[in-house]
């Protein structure tokens, strides 16, 4: 089949657009209000941009009446926000907090969620520096600046699409996840879009390797930050030659 959006009808009884790209994971993105309230959303339209320095993204679509989502007026007011993995122990307030509901509720307790601290985060609250909160039982954790917003135009009654772009500059990582050095999905069991209203929990993994021998390539691939300043200091010393 073949179609074009917004301009041939697909035929089908569902839209089959988001259920093409999966998984998606999941931008569960903590906020703070300049006033001090706290917000927690879900986004699935998430991902890292790149590793040195790390960035990531989500993107958020604005109300039928063109307001931006609480989420987006918070990052761009303060500045910063966190992000915490959605896993499958916490999946029922992952969705708990995709409800739309008022700004002066905290998602948190809605949800039933223990709040932690973030490390580098703070928002300025009536004279006193308030730390952005985390979900405490989220085993990974990102905290972020805010970069930019770049806005999407939408076809009415959507109003615009908000992507979000922020600089990673703290990262948790609960010690309990890790097997052999490495991050074990096993133990995280992070959850992920599909279309529609369906979810997957990722529970097993493969590996490939990339074709060749290249040790810059595999640096690259595997977001090696120690190995991008070595690949610098060998161009630097004439060890090696910029090439791409």
């Given at each position: 089949m073949f179609?074009?959006?917004?301009k041939?009808?697909?035929?089908l009884?569902?839209?089959p657009?988001?259920?093409?790209?999966?998984?998606r994971?999941i931008?569960?993105?903590?906020?703070?209000?300049p006033?001090?309230?706290a917000?927690?959303a879900?986004?699935?339209?998430f991902n890292?941009l790149?590793?040195?320095?790390?960035?990531?993204?989500?993107?958020?679509?604005?109300t039928?009446s063109?307001?931006?989502?609480?989420?987006?007026?918070?990052v761009e007011?303060?500045?910063?926000f966190c992000?915490?993995?959605a896993t499958y122990?916490?999946?029922?307030?992952v969705?708990a907090?995709?409800?739309q509901?008022?700004?002066?509720?905290d998602e948190?307790?809605?949800?039933?969620?223990?709040?932690?601290d973030?490390t580098?985060s703070s928002?300025?609250?009536?004279g006193?520096q308030?730390?952005i909160p985390?979900?405490?039982?989220?085993?990974?954790k990102?905290?972020?600046?805010?970069?930019?917003?770049?806005r999407?135009?939408?076809?009415p009654?959507?109003?615009?699409?908000?992507v979000?772009?922020?600089?990673?500059?703290?990262?948790h990582?609960?010690?309990?996840v890790?097997t052999?050095g490495k991050?074990d999905?096993?133990?995280t069991?992070?959850i992920a879009?599909?279309?529609?209203f369906?979810?997957t929990a990722?529970r097993e993994v493969?590996?490939?390797?990339i074709p060749?021998?290249?040790?810059?390539r595999?640096a690259g691939?595997?977001g090696s930050?120690k190995?991008?300043?070595?690949i610098q200091?060998r161009?630097?010393?004439g060890?090696?030659?910029d090439?791409n």
């Open positions: 179609y074009e959006p917004g041939t009808d697909h035929g009884p569902h839209d657009f988001k259920a093409c790209v999966i998984p994971p931008g569960w993105i903590s906020t703070l209000s006033t001090g309230t917000n927690l879900p986004y699935s339209q890292n790149t590793f040195d320095p790390p960035y990531v993204m989500f993107s958020a679509n604005q039928p063109a307001a931006q989502k609480d989420t987006v007026v918070n007011a303060t500045g910063v992000w915490n993995l122990a916490l999946k029922d307030a969705n907090t995709s409800e509901i008022p700004p002066e509720i948190f307790e809605k949800a039933g969620l223990e709040k932690e973030s580098l928002v300025p609250v009536k006193k308030v730390k985390m979900v405490k039982a989220s085993p990974i990102f905290e972020c600046t805010h970069y930019t917003t770049l999407l135009p939408g076809n009654p959507m109003g615009a699409v908000d979000v772009i922020g600089r990673v500059i703290g990262i990582i609960d010690e309990g890790f052999n991050i999905v096993s133990k069991v992070p879009r599909c279309g529609y369906e979810y990722v493969f590996e490939m390797g060749g021998d290249d040790p810059n595999y691939l595997e930050v190995g991008n300043k070595e200091r161009r630097m010393e060890e090696e030659e090439v």
